[in-house]
């Protein structure tokens, strides 16, 4: 593997994840439904910096729980 300059990187050490805003979960009305995410302030899920942020947090999250263990 090459040692060469991966801007997924720089982007993922530099975005600033831990302030974004938090989704809001709606409370579910019945047994079986579905709850779905209220649009917070800032969590325009159109925007792809957002998705993209989304997932990184995924990402930062399962590697802090990799390495606490």
């Not at 720089?10 to 600033?16: C, F, K, L, T, V």
């Not at 998705?51 to 590697?63: D, S």
Request: aromatic share 6%; net charge positive.
């Amino acid at each position: 593997m090459s040692r060469q300059y991966n801007p997924a990187v720089s982007m993922y050490y530099n975005m600033d994840i831990e302030n974004m805003p938090k989704e809001k979960q709606t409370p579910a009305t019945g047994l079986l439904s579905k709850s779905k995410p209220m649009a917070a302030a800032g969590m325009d899920y159109k925007n792809p910096a957002v998705r993209v942020a989304k997932q990184l947090e995924l990402i930062r999250n399962r590697r802090n729980e990799i390495n606490a263990s």
